[in-house]
T-cell receptor
Framework: AQKVTQAQTEISVVEKEDVTLDCVYETRDTTYYLFWYKQPPSGELVFLIRRNSFDEQNEISGRYSWNFQKSTSSFNFTITASQVVDSAVYFCAPLYNQGGKLIFGQGTELSVKP | EAGVTQFPSHSVIEKGQTVTLRCDPISGHDNLYWYRRVMGKEIKFLLHFVKESKQDESGMPNNRFLAERTGGTYSTLKVQPAELEDSGVYFC?????????????FGPGTRLTVL
């Protein structure tokens, strides 16, 4: 079965520290997409990034960066110089069938303390 | 542009009662999805509509759950009769039909508590 593992259930850091959230997925598909969503305390799911399986270039967006390693089926997310507002639950979610369902990991709850 | 909206935001009912959740997708989005997160576990897929048709309902837990999308606009998810294990947050998401790998836009969720 296709699944995704976010091994870190909870992470606590102090503001300005860098933090990496791990995501490992399982698939036999050659074409798929990978997403990260953020769920702040207010509860809504906020889209952060989408990558396709053909593009292994790492991506940086401000303080956020993503490391996609197809050989190890990992799509890790790093926040540089974390801020209190980054406190949230972060979900990694592969999408294996175009137009189909997202497969969510269990989420990593990040707490950034001042 | 309005985002995905869900109603109600919270619902508290007793075991055995019926509850109907509503989702209004972003206008023009033909794909509509229902997910739920139970007791801090992972968010799990329930079903997927393309317009008014059920494309995939493999995640529906049992026949106490009924989803409809009449006219291909808003969708309802009815739980009848509700059980304790149905408590959780129910999310709705929508995306355009073209480019099936596009971002799914999520609503704020409905928190359902079954007592």
């Amino acid at each position: 079965a296709q699944k995704v593992t976010q091994a870190q259930t909870e992470i606590s850091v102090v503001e300005k520290e860098d933090v990496t959230l791990d995501c490992v997925y399982e698939t036999r598909d050659t074409t798929y997409y990978l997403f990260w969503y953020k769920q702040p305390p207010s509860g809504e799911l906020v889209f952060l990034i989408r990558r396709n399986s053909f593009d292994e270039q790492n991506e940086i967006s401000g303080r956020y960066s993503w490391n996609f390693q197809k050989s190890t089926s990992s799509f890790n997310f790093t926040i540089t110089a974390s801020q209190v507002v980054d406190s949230a639950v972060y979900f990694c979610a592969p999408l294996y069938n175009q137009g189909g369902k997202l497969i969510f990991g269990q989420g990593t709850e990040l707490s950034v303390k001042p | 542009e309005a985002g995905v909206t869900q109603f109600p935001s919270h619902s508290v009912i007793e075991k055995g009662q019926t509850v109907t959740l509503r989702c209004d997708p972003i206008s023009g989005h033909d794909n509509l999805y229902w997910y739920r997160r139970v007791m801090g576990k992972e968010i799990k897929f329930l079903l997927h509509f393309v317009k008014e048709s059920k494309q995939d309902e493999s995640g529906m837990p049992n026949n106490r759950f009924l989803a409809e999308r009449t006219g291909g606009t808003y969708s309802t998810l009815k739980v009848q009769p509700a059980e304790l294990e149905d408590s959780g947050v129910y999310f709705c998401a929508s995306s355009p039909l073209a480019g099936g790998h596009n971002e799914q836009f999520f609503g704020p969720g409905t928190r359902l508590t079954v007592l």
